[in-house]
Nanobody, 122 residues
Framework: QVQVEESGGGLVQPGGSLRLSCAAS????????MGWYRQVLGQQRELVTQ???????NYADSVKGRFTISRDNAKNTVYLQMDSLKPEDTAVYYC????????????????WGQGTQVTVSS
């Protein structure tokens, strides 16, 4: 069984910073891709950023230059440093982990955290 636990989030003023963390635990052969999505009530969940085990990253255009993703492979943990936050960044942020459970020949399986609220407001 795999657990995905997020921490961080909260209320911050425009221009401020927040750091989210997410750890995957359990019976995991390899956490290949780790990333963050966000969702505003009534809208579709969207990809914010993700990082491969090898360190390749991609970002949504709306967060490029402001958000930074990083990971600790030994701990199966991913971090999201969010700087210069804007009110439009307000959303529930979900951690997503794509995992090989027992070996590289397995299909990749998606696991999600429970979500953490980020509110940017003065």
């Amino acid at each position: 069984q795999v657990q995905v636990e997020e921490s961080g989030g909260g209320l911050v003023q425009p221009g401020g910073s927040l750091r989210l963390s997410c750890a995957a635990s359990g019976s995991i052969f390899s956490a290949q891709v780790m990333g963050w999505y966000r969702q505003v009530l009534g809208q579709q969940r969207e990809l914010v950023t993700q990082i491969t085990r090898g360190g390749t990253t991609n970002y949504a255009d709306s967060v490029k230059g402001r958000f930074t993703i990083s990971r600790d492979n030994a701990k199966n943990t991913v971090y999201l440093q969010m700087d210069s936050l804007k009110p439009e960044d307000t959303a529930v942020y979900y951690c997503n982990v794509k995992i090989f459970l027992t070996g590289l020949s397995d299909p990749l399986r998606d696991y999600w955290g429970q979500g953490t609220q980020v509110t940017v407001s003065s």
